[in-house]
């Protein structure tokens, strides 16, 4: 049951250039979305969220794009930075559900210097 | 800043043992959560707890497995039993209210399960 999917287990992006990371949901009682950034060995840690009643959200280097209609969202870093390099996480949660989230598979972002 | 810690890192046990991890959420927090990654696998929910009782907890979360917040400060997820497949990074982490939705974790303890 992947109610939660990120179909590109990796991606590699060079040091500068833009990275878009791509999450898609089947639930539609989510209404809110995560981003976590997780190191080897270590705790996922927040990165940037976004709430279904926005479709926008931008902090610094990061930006969230909620799409609802087509229940997608990703995430841009720009400009990638070598950093930056880490499994990316995409989760939701829904209203009621005590908050927990559910998580996608993850994405190893490679920023090349 | 004020993080989630959790104890030990590294864990051994045999099979059959019981395993008790610990966690100090953020102390203004009031939910709590257990996660545990299976390695190369995604992170699953295994339960949440909110004034003092769970609120919910997945399939995993059998009863082989316990949460307790013995004395406010702690949070401890007890496994009786431990199974091979039992082997995985187990998170702690919490959240400071519902509406925000952002959940903070600690660094994980390896449990391994001989």
């Known amino acids: 049951d992947q109610q939660v999917k990120q179909n590109s287990p990796s991606l590699s992006v060079q040091e500068g250039r833009i990275s878009i990371l791509n999450c898609d949901y089947t639930n539609s009682m989510f209404d809110y979305f995560l981003w976590y950034k997780k190191y080897p060995a270590e705790g996922p840690t927040f990165l940037i969220s976004?709430?279904?009643?926005?479709d926008k959200n931008e902090d610094g280097r990061f930006t969230v794009f909620l799409n609802k209609s087509a229940k997608h969202l990703s995430l841009h870093i720009v400009p990638s930075q070598p950093g930056d390099s880490a499994v990316y996480f995409c989760?939701?949660?829904?209203?009621?559900?005590?908050?927990?989230?559910?998580f996608g598979s993850g994405t190893q972002l490679t920023v090349l210097p | 800043e004020p993080e989630v810690t959790q104890t030990p890192s590294h864990q051994v046990t045999q099979m059959g043992q019981e395993v008790i991890l610990r966690c100090v959420p953020i102390s203004n927090h009031l939910y709590f959560y257990w996660y545990r990654q299976i390695l190369g696998q995604k992170v699953e929910f295994l339960v949440s707890f909110y004034n003092n009782e769970i609120s919910e907890k997945s399939e995993i979360f059998d009863d082989q497995f316990s949460v307790e917040r013995p004395d406010g400060s702690n949070f401890t997820l007890k496994i009786r039993s431990t199974k091979l497949e039992d082997s995985a990074m187990y998170f702690c982490a919490s959240m400071k209210l519902a509406t925000t939705g952002e959940l903070f974790f600690g660094e994980g303890s390896r449990l391994t399960v001989l």
């Open positions: 989760a939701a949660s829904a209203t009621g559900s005590a908050r927990q989230l559910t």
């Open positions: 976004i709430s279904s009643i926005k």
